[in-house]
């Protein structure tokens, strides 16, 4: 079966939570990036809602100015199942750029 790599980008995510990706199927997740747009620093979440609870892979960690955030790193990867969904969310508006690398519809 091939695998269909993938990319989801959200621009200005705030302190609204942003799904920046939804599982269809049992999909992989090989890298999140988490960019400040401001010149202070920001506070981040990064978290999988598995349409009960929460899972934070990452939580209020600080990105100074300029800098990202490599949520995975070191060739971290996760399976998602289907309904999972990849929330990012600041302490600040319109201050956080993502960019999230998926492999799609892994074979069971």
Known sequence: ???N???FTNNNVGITPVTSFTANSYDTVIG???SNILST???VDVYI???TNDIYLVKSAP???GSALQVLDGGAKF????GDALKIVSDTAASLDVWVSTV???SS
């Open 49 to 51: 809602n598995d349409g």
């Open 5 to 7: 790599f993938r990319r």
């Open 79 to 82: 399976v998602m199942q289907s």
């Open 63 to 65: 990105i100074v100015p």
């Open 41 to 43: 620093t920001v506070n």
């Open 32 to 34: 999140i990036a988490v």
């Open 1 to 3: 079966m091939a695998q």
């Open 104 to 106: 799609d519809d892994i």
